[in-house]
Each structure stands twice: as structure tokens, then as C-alpha cells.
């Protein structure tokens, strides 16, 4: 999985949003899985909230779904430099806000 470095932005997080333990995830909230997909580095968004089903990336001009428990696509390796792209959950009720994530191709 060496030449791809993954990164994300994020805003500091606030007293108010301290969970307890019988409230709901954030459905804002998300990580990323990495895995090997044939020989090259991949990545599967992960939610834990239950309104969750899938997710929606967007790469330059490209758009996709992701399954929420689907396979990990890989990270595209053609165009050497940083890129940008953004991940957002999908709900039944719609798309919810995306986050950037930023990543290295050498």
C-alpha cells in the first residue's frame, strides 16, 4: 500500500459535543477503512449510525455510491500529485453534508 498518504480536515470539537452513552453516533460522523484491493491500496468509508446506507464520493468529475457494508474501491494511482475529494453518508432522506479528504499519489 506504499505511494498513497491519506489526510482529512476537521474543525475542533466543541463541549457540546460530548455524547453519552445512550445517545445516538453523529450521522455527520465517519472514518475511513483501508484495505488492499488486487495489490493497490483502498478505501471504505465506515459509519457507526443506524440511518446510515451508503456513501457518496466525489473525485474531480467523478461521482459514486458506496454500500455502507460493501467493498472497498481503490484509490485511483494514475495522476501522481495531491488530490481532494469528498465523502458524504446517504440516508433515506437524502445526502448529508460532505467531508474533504486529502491524499497523496507518488
Given at each position: 500500500m506504499?505511494?498513497?498518504?491519506?489526510?482529512h480536515r476537521?474543525?475542533?470539537?466543541?463541549?457540546?459535543?460530548?455524547?453519552t452513552a445512550?445517545?445516538?453516533?453523529?450521522l455527520l460522523?465517519?472514518?475511513?477503512?483501508?484495505?488492499d484491493v488486487d495489490g493497490c491500496p483502498g478505501r471504505q468509508p465506515v459509519t457507526?449510525?443506524?440511518?446510515?446506507t451508503g456513501f457518496e464520493v466525489r473525485f474531480?468529475?467523478?461521482e459514486w455510491q458506496l454500500a455502507r457494508d460493501g467493498q472497498p474501491r481503490p484509490l485511483p494511482r494514475d495522476n501522481v500529485g495531491e488530490h481532494s475529494a469528498t465523502i458524504a453518508t446517504v440516508t433515506p432522506y437524502g445526502v448529508r453534508?460532505?467531508?474533504p479528504v486529502d491524499f497523496v499519489v507518488r
Open positions: 506504499s505511494g498513497v498518504l491519506l489526510g476537521g474543525g475542533r470539537r466543541s463541549a457540546f459535543d460530548r455524547r445512550s445517545s445516538w453516533p453523529d460522523e465517519l472514518s475511513l477503512g483501508l484495505s457507526r449510525h443506524p440511518y446510515a474531480g468529475a467523478q453534508r460532505p467531508h
